[in-house]
DNA sequence: CAGTGGTCTAGACCACAAT
DNA sequence: TTGTGGTCTAGACCACTGT
């Protein structure tokens, strides 16, 4: 937080959360704000604007800035997606993991195409089930190219592929893509994650790339329908 | 698009998706665009920056400003989430719907507690089919309440029930909140999409809000596992 | 009218990358 | 060193809301 927007943002988002500024309140306006951080207009309304993008508050020309109300927590695992946090947030809540398997393949169509790497090259291919409240609910499939990510060993991913992504190797992961579709679950679904055959899975199709472009991450995870949402907020333009 | 900054976008929004800008292309830096648009730096950046949020391109300090490769299209339905489009994308996308029921009906608890009013309280109930390519695709399911959206009726809903909110009505859509999952298909949902019983739906649970505040609409959309995804783009902080 | 947020400017200095 | 984007300022004028 050593840049003054971000200071900004997230000493107002903890006030909000704390209660200083309950929800539907009105929140100071921008030159009071100014003068509480010491702060040009601009930059107030940066902090402001993600604060917006998050869709914790909205702000009305001649009327001010509120808070608007946010969800209570409930038992099922919530990826919410976001700007600012959106990476982050869905790859930082993990649960216990087992490693299911991990081996070396040759890369079919699908995964070639979606690495960028010609069909039949080596892939990593990772299998893990996470665990919330000690029941399954994902089963995690991973394809990573060992000429783009090397060195990757039980040790790696037991720690943090992440880490081991940017501290070892110094790549910088720079974005991804996700694509959510119900699926029926298959036998294999059904025996990992205690499906009946008529309960189906969440799948989260997800590409990561490095900040030169390239994919370096094709996963699938299938999640237990009953144990996972996606949350999703939209200003009206 | 009265504002500068927003015809800066969309005239480099489309120079990219037209090819003057192709993929993996640099495009001019901040201080040439300056000129070319005549407009202050904070201004180009501000354009730029809606184009980075919608995951279009992405920045380097030190090298500059890059177009990100972007999707073919597919069969699939796709809701992209983009905070500058995501409220009418989604609504926009319509398809031929078919009205399947259109009654007044007392809320339950669930309606009653999305829409924040008494349970017992009247509430339209309106239920649609969507059609892409002569097939059914979605079926929707809607709750409003009477109190805060008067005088809807068939030929409203035949012509479109927001420009009676907005346009009628005087009211203003704020945002919307969305729920994604996965869900075992119902004897109802097999008989009004057409699925087999293994086969699941993708729920999407939507609260729409005025900008007072109040929800107005509560709504579940159940749609065909195979012919809809939902898509996000998340970028590392 | 006064108070609010929305846009925009013309600079400034900094951080980072390539040369 | 040069060129790039990142942050920040101290104003300005405009658009909208409520009084």
Redesign the pocket.
């Known amino acids: 937080m050593e840049?003054?927007?971000?200071t900004i943002y997230q000493t107002l988002k903890d006030q909000i959360f704390s209660g200083t500024y309950p929800t539907n309140a009105r929140i100071p306006?921008?030159?009071s704000l100014c003068k509480e951080f010491?702060?040009?207009?601009?930059?107030v309304?940066?902090a402001l604007d993600l604060l917006v993008q998050e869709g914790i508050i909205y702000?009305?020309?001649?009327?001010?800035?509120f808070v608007l109300p946010y969800e209570e927590q409930d038992n099922l695992i919530n990826i919410q997606e976001s700007k600012l946090e959106g990476f982050t947030r869905s790859s930082r809540f993990r649960g216990a993991a087992k490693k299911y398997s991990f081996d070396l393949e040759f890369a079919d169509e699908t995964v070639a195409r979606a690495l960028d790497i010609p069909v039949g090259d080596p892939v990593y291919h990772i299998e893990r089930i996470r665990y919330y409240h000690d029941k399954p609910y994902v089963w995690e499939l991973t394809y990573m190219s060992p000429s783009q990510i090397p060195g990757v060993t039980d040790e790696v991913l037991n720690a943090s592929i992440y880490q081991h992504i940017e501290k070892t190797l110094g790549l910088r992961i720079h974005s991804s893509k996700r694509i959510l579709r119900a699926q029926p679950s298959t036998p294999k679904d059904q025996e990992l994650l205690g499906l009946r055959p008529d309960e189906p899975v969440l799948e989260v199709e997800q590409i990561a790339y490095l900040d030169t472009g390239a994919p370096f991450e094709y996963s699938f995870s299938r999640h237990r329908y009953d144990r996972f949402k996606f949350s999703a907020f939209a200003l009206r333009q």
Chains 1, 2 share one sequence.
């Open positions: 840049v003054k927007y971000k306006d921008e030159l010491d702060a040009s207009r601009m930059t309304k940066k702000r009305r020309q001649g009327q001010g800035t």
